[in-house]
C-alpha cells in the first residue's frame, strides 16, 4: 500500500474513532458550581447588601426621630421601614445559612404567630416603659415576639404611634423602642452578609471532603431548590393564610399595622424569581442536554405564573390601601394563590429534572 494510502486509511481512521468517541461520551450534567457561584454574585450577596443598607438606613432614620421628633421625621422613619421590609423580602426566599442562625429569622419576622404574641407582647413593653427592656443588647435575646418588623409595626405605625412626633414622655420612650428595634435589625443584616462575604462565602464556593456544610456542588444547588419550593410554601400557607377560608380562625395578619403585607409578599415573589431566573437556574451556561432545556422551558413557564400572581397583586394593591381586608380587592387575590400553587407544582417538577435531584415532603404543606 502506498504511503499516502496508508496515511489517508490512518487518518480516517482515527477520525472515526474520534467520532464515535464523541458520540458516546455521556453529555455534560447540570452545572452546578457554575449555578453556586452565579448565585452568589447575582442573587445572595446583592441581596443581602441591599437589606444591609436598607437596615442601617432605618436604624439613622429611627435615632434622627428620637433625637429631633416632627411630622416629617416620623414620616422619614416610617419610609425607611417600609423600604427594608420590601428589601428584606426579596432576599428572604435565601432561608439558608448565615439567616438561620441565632434565631435571626424569627427575630426579623415571628410569623406566623397565631395567638397574637407580637401585639400582646410588644403592648405590654410599651406600657411598663422599662428602661432595661430596650436596651439593645438585652432585646436581642428577648423573645422574638418583641422583636423585629413584627414588633416594629406595632411600634412605629401602630396605635399611639402618631405621638412619636412630638416630645411626650412615653412617646420618647417609644422611640427609644423603635431605635432599639431598628438597630438589631442592623445588627441581623450586618453579621449575615459579613458571613456570607466571608467564612459562609467560602464554604458555599468550594464544596468538598473537608467542607462540613457542603460535601459536593449538588448540595448547594438542593439548597437552592429547596429554598424556592419551601417560600412558595411559606407564602402560600403563612404570609396568605388569611386569603385562605379553610385557615385556622386563630390565623393573625401579618403587619396589619403598616398594611405592607402585600407588598411584602410581592417583595418574596420577585425573589423567587430571581432563584429560577437567568441569575439563578435559568441562566444560559448551565444546561446541555435536551432534558435540561425541557426543564428550563418548563422554568419559563413558572417565570409567567409568577409574573401573573404580582400583577394580581399589583392590582389588588391599586384598589385599595388595605388590600386583604378589602373584600374586592380580596377578590384580585385569588389569582394569585392559584399561581403560585402552579409556580410551586410546575417548579418543583422542573427543578427536579434540570437537577436530577428530588425533595422529600414539606411540613408547610398540608395536600
Known sequence: MHTAVRQAVSLAFIFLTFVTAAAAAPAAAFDDATLARQSYEKIILPGY???????????????????????????????????????????????????????????????????????????????KQDEADIDPAKLAGASVAVQGFGALDVALFGHGSDELATTDAKAAFRCRYVNALALDIAEIARATLAQWQGDYGRLWLHPGDENKTYLSDKETTQALYRAYVTQIEVLRLQRLATLDSNAKKTATALLPNS???LPFVLAGIEGERD??????????DLSTTDKEADAVALLGSVVTDLGFALRAGEAAAAMSSDPLNDPAARERLTPLLLSLKNAEDIGRAALGQLTGQTLGFNSLDGD
Do not use: Y
Open 49 to 127: 447588601a441591599r437589606f444591609d443598607e436598607a437596615a442601617h438606613a432605618l436604624a439613622e432614620k429611627t435615632a434622627a426621630l428620637c433625637a429631633s421628633p416632627s411630622v416629617d421625621s416620623l414620616a422619614a422613619a416610617r419610609g425607611a421601614a417600609r423600604t427594608a421590609i420590601i428589601v428584606w423580602g426579596r432576599i428572604e426566599p435565601v432561608r439558608f445559612g448565615p439567616i438561620t442562625q441565632k434565631q435571626r429569622l424569627d427575630r426579623l419576622l415571628f410569623f406566623p404567630d397565631a395567638h397574637g404574641f407580637t401585639a400582646k407582647q410588644t403592648a405590654r413593653l410599651l406600657a
Open 259 to 261: 398594611k405592607l403585607a
Open 275 to 284: 432563584i429560577i431566573g437567568d441569575d439563578g437556574f435559568s441562566a444560559p
